[in-house]
């Protein structure tokens, strides 16, 4: 069983900022990439930043320059510093990791419940 744990959403004004926390455990053999995911209003899940077990970061144009990703390999946790936030930013974020169960198992996604991140203008 795994399990994905976020924090740290909340109401912030606009130009303020936030971190994002979240937790892997469970039975986890190995973590390749994980990152945070998004939904706004009416809209679909999007990607917002991803980061591979080696550190590799990727961003979403709408979020360069202001976001951070993040990566604890000790811990198995992923982090998002959200700076300079902006009324558009509100939205889920979602927790995901590509992880292995066991040694020879395949990678599958995993994802947090989500975490609500309010942007007031």
């Known amino acids: 069983q795994v399990q994905l744990v976020e924090s740290g959403g909340g109401l912030v004004q606009a130009g303020g900022s936030l971190r994002l926390s979240c937790s892997v455990s469970?039975?986890?053999?190995?973590?390749?990439?994980m990152g945070w995911y998004r939904q706004r209003p009416g809209k679909q899940r999007e990607l917002v930043a991803t980061i591979t077990s080696g550190g590799t970061t990727n961003y979403a144009d709408s979020v360069k320059g202001r976001f951070t990703v993040s990566r604890d390999n000790a811990k198995n946790t992923v982090y998002l510093q959200m700076n300079r936030l902006k009324p558009e930013d509100t939205a889920v974020y979602y927790c995901n990791a590509d992880l292995r169960t066991t040694r020879v198992s395949a990678n599958y996604d995993y994802w947090g419940q989500g975490t609500q991140v309010t942007v007031s203008s």
């Open positions: 469970g039975t986890i053999f190995s973590i390749n990439a």
